[in-house]
């Protein structure tokens, strides 16, 4: 199974949104050809009205069905009660194949900080028990620093509690967003994975806008970044989650992953 996971797209009428790139990128991402796209929040910049119509009208380019939660960005402007009317659930267990994924609202309205609370941490521990060994978790904020992010802020507010629930049930991957940088880095039993920015103006340094491609093969979870103005894909992850074994190339430089 392929997963494209994207992240932070920020449509808006003003300088934020790149739709040159956002059109290209959709491109490339559709030549991908996954089986489900996950959108790890950020699709809007003020969570605008007229946003969210744009919004809509741009991922309605994408070929494959989309599941997508909200950011910080979404829920700006009263965009909290506009997300559903558009993108449906902010909270929800969705089964797709044989894996469930689990998408959670990380975010609060007015605020760029993020947490999940009781009800989302319930939320998890329920599609555990329904599916253990293929569960994945997205949400917006992320759960650890990002190297080369800038100045660290905005991890979710109950990043302990949430680490320990993913962790102790050695949930295999969480997907999130947030810093417009891509990262991954395995933790114990799980990976946890950044998707960097799809189509926003601000970059960070010489990373870009990327995306990934998660492949969920039998035995392995790759991780793909793919940098979108170059039209170059780099494989930077490979876990097997059955037997621990662990390839990550921002840090072992040198490495290929096959």
Request: aromatic share 8%; charged share 25%.
């Amino acid at each position: 199974m392929r997963i494209a996971h994207i992240s932070d797209i920020h449509v808006n009428y003003g300088t934020d949104f790149n739709n040159k790139i956002f059109e290209k990128a959709v491109k490339i991402l559709n030549k991908t050809k996954p089986d489900l796209v996950f959108i790890s929040g950020d699709i809007t910049t003020d969570g605008l009205l007229r946003e969210y119509e744009l919004a809509e009208e741009k991922l309605s380019m994408i070929n494959e069905e989309q599941i997508v939660v909200p950011g910080n960005h979404d829920e700006r402007n009263l965009g909290f009660k506009l997300f559903p009317e558009f993108f449906g659930k902010t909270n929800f267990i969705h089964q797709h194949q044989n894996i469930t994924l689990v998408g959670l609202a990380s975010s609060e309205p007015d605020k760029d900080d993020g947490r999940l609370g009781r009800k989302r941490h319930e939320l998890i521990e329920k599609a555990i028990k329904r599916n253990k060994d293929a569960t994945i978790i997205g949400f917006h904020h992320h759960l650890i620093p990002v190297p080369n992010s800038g100045r660290e802020k905005n991890i979710i507010e109950d990043a302990g509690e949430t680490l320990d629930i993913i962790l102790k049930n050695r949930v295999p991957l969480v997907l999130m967003g947030h810093r417009h940088v891509p990262y991954g880095v395995k933790i114990h039993k799980t990976l946890l994975v950044n998707a960097g920015t799809f189509s926003c103006n601000r970059t960070r340094a010489h990373f870009g806008n990327t995306f990934n491609i998660i492949d969920l093969e039998e035995q392995n979870i790759v991780i793909t970044v793919v940098n979108i103005e170059k039209e170059k894909q780099k494989k930077m992850i490979k876990f097997n989650p059955t037997n621990n074994q662990y390839i990550n190339r921002y840090y072992d430089f040198g490495l290929k992953i096959q």
